[in-house]
Each structure stands twice: as structure tokens, then as C-alpha cells.
């Protein structure tokens, strides 16, 4: 296994573009991701991984991809993810649907702070974590905070809420979203069945469930 000591991670952020589109939100280029290949846009010139990936003496364990559809992108498995894994990344955080700039960029802000943060305060509630339980957690919280907001809660409820699950969800509590649909069914005065069923058909286009973890993230150490 690899291990990896508080925020000393040895990683890889790629912040950019996977495409960009015009008022009309037509195509205009694509930064990271074509329909033929994958094509990492660096500047003005062109990188592409899977040409350069033997020339690469050294690639960090741990690659994130803050861009769009760096997976799988128009069925085609030669995906930016897929080559940086193939040219030496032990795993890798992509997209597989577009995300919005903002929310990406915080979402990436907040896996870096909580590496730094509360890595004391995971020490006390486990005494390991692997960065694919660590990821996890991350994505839950992601999760159910777009659902307090998509559901207009106010900030009391969603604050008393978060730290309460947040709880649940570093301790490993497997029933964390049981936990949330029984108060969020109280706060909003509708039964446990609809409200589930609710969330799963008009939440899809939730940002936190356009991340895959790709490769072999249950094998780093983080703590």
C-alpha cells in the first residue's frame, strides 16, 4: 500500500476546461476531451497523454480531474482518466457528465482543506483511512448538502443537519441517508417512501454524482 502523511499528499490537480462553448453553448474547442482521443489542451499546444505517456519519468499516485467528462466521453474509453491511470496514477478522480465551474472548483477546495483540517479529527474517530473512504465520505456530505439545498431548507436546519451527518458518515454509519430522509421527511412534512423516491428520480443532475473514482483508491493510505 501506499501511504501518504497529512497534506504532504503526493497529487496532481489539473483545474481547466474539458470544453469550451459559445453563447449558443455550441462546442468551440475541446481542452481535454475530442471525440477521437484524448487531447489535453496546455496553453495553446496540445498534450496528449496517451502519445506522451512513456516520456513521463515520474506520475503522482493520486491524479484529480476538476473538468468536464475526463472519463468516459462519447463511448470512448480512450478517456483522459484512463491515460494518466495507464501512464503511471495508482487512481484518479473524472467526470463523466459536464459540471459546473464553480461548484467543481469548491468541491476540489474541499477534499484539499479536509486533508489539512480534520485529518486530527478522522485520527480520533478511526485510526486509518483509505483515500477511497476518504473520497467517499466527501462525496456523501457533497450529497446531502445538494439536497437540503435543492429542497430550500433554511440554514439552521442545514447546519444542525450537516454536523449531524457528517458525524454519522466519518464514524461509518451505513445508515447516514436513512438518517437524512427521516428528518428532511419531518422538516418538510411528507412520508419517508415519497420523499425517497422524489430524490432519486429529480436529483440526477446533482454535481456530486457526476464523479467516478477510477483505479485502485482502496490501496492508498491517507492517515
Sequence with gaps: M???IAIDIDGTLLNSHGEVTDEN?????????????TVNQIKEDDFNIWQERDKIKYM?????FSACQTNIYNNNTFS???GFFDAGAKTTLATTRKVDPNLSADFMARILLKIDIYKDIIKEITPQITWLDFLGNIFRIFFINEVLTHYKCDEDFITKIIIDETIYVNKGDIHWYKYLLYHLSEYLHKDIDSLKTEIMYECGHFESLKYVIFGNADKIILY
Excluded at 60 to 64: E, K, Q
Design 80 to 82: 483522459v482518466a484512463n
Design 25 to 37: 453553448n455550441n462546442v468551440v474547442s475541446r481542452q481535454l476531451v475530442d471525440e477521437t482521443g
Design 60 to 64: 503522482p499516485p493520486i491524479v484529480l
Design 2 to 4: 501506499i501511504k501518504l
